[in-house]
T-cell receptor, first 108, second 113 residues
Framework: SQKIEQNSEALNIQEGKTATLTCNYTNYSPAYLQWYRQDPGRGPVFLLLIRENEKEKRKERLKVTFDTTLKQSLFHITASQPADSATYLCALHDKLIFGTGTRLQVFP | NAGVTQTPKFQVLKTGQSMTLQCAQDMNHEYMSWYRQDPGMGLRLIHYSVGAGITDQGEVPNGYNVSRSTTEDFPLRLLSAAPSQTSVYFC????????????FGPGTRLTVT
């Protein structure tokens, strides 16, 4: 069956450092992959989309890579801030099959 | 634009009761969908619609019904609530042709006792 894996353990990093979150998938060949941010008690908010023919996508302090050979996407937040603390979800396919998300905590 | 709105925000039901979760969007999006989110399970697709009069099942459709009579509204019906349906429900919408970005509502937290 199709499976998406994100690190279920929280990622704790210091302010100013780069946070890197991982999304791995199996039994699937998505045409594109999306990353969403979710704050407690709120719905997910779209951040970035990367297509299978794109290796890298950037938006301000955010960078996403997509390696279809490794079946992996990496999500980077540079110069992280406490306001970046949230759960980050990756999603595949147009119906959006979601991973369980990784909680990021940025401390001062 | 209000975006995607959901009502109610919280609901408690007894086993066997029925109810409808409301979802509306004012962005003229063709595509609308319902997800449930449970701890450790992530978001799972229940039903989706690509336009008025067209609906289809997602990953976990059992126990839920949907209909789409207008572009704006996509209600989710629980016919006979069960404790296993205790969850947070999210409605989402997107433009079917120009963007894959989905806009989510604020969610409805449902508890079935």
């Amino acid at each position: 069956s199709q499976k998406i894996e994100q690190n279920s353990e929280a990622l704790n990093i210091q302010e100013g450092k780069t946070a890197t979150l991982t999304c791995n998938y199996t039994n699937y060949s998505p045409a594109y992959l999306q990353w969403y941010r979710q704050d407690p008690g709120r719905g997910p908010v779209f951040l970035l989309l990367i297509r299978e023919n794109e290796k890298e996508k950037r938006k301000e302090r955010l960078k996403v890579t997509f390696d279809t050979t490794l079946k992996q996407s990496l999500f980077h937040i540079t110069a992280s801030q406490p306001a970046d603390s949230a759960t980050y979800l990756c999603a595949l396919h147009d119906k959006l099959i979601f991973g369980t998300g990784t909680r990021l905590q940025v401390f001062p | 634009n209000a975006g995607v709105t959901q009502t109610p925000k919280f609901q408690v039901l007894k086993t066997g009761q029925s109810m409808t979760l409301q979802c509306a969007q004012d962005m003229n999006h063709e595509y609308m969908s319902w997800y449930r989110q449970d701890p450790g399970m992530g978001l799972r697709l229940i039903h989706y619609s690509v336009g008025a009069g067209i609906t289809d099942q997602g990953e976990v459709p059992n126990g839920y019904n949907v209909s789409r009579s207008t572009t704006e509204d996509f209600p989710l019906r629980l016919l006979s609530a069960a404790p296993s349906q205790t969850s947070v429900y999210f409605c989402a919408s997107r433009d079917l042709f120009s963007s894959y970005e989905q806009y989510f509502g604020p969610g409805t937290r449902l508890t079935v006792t």
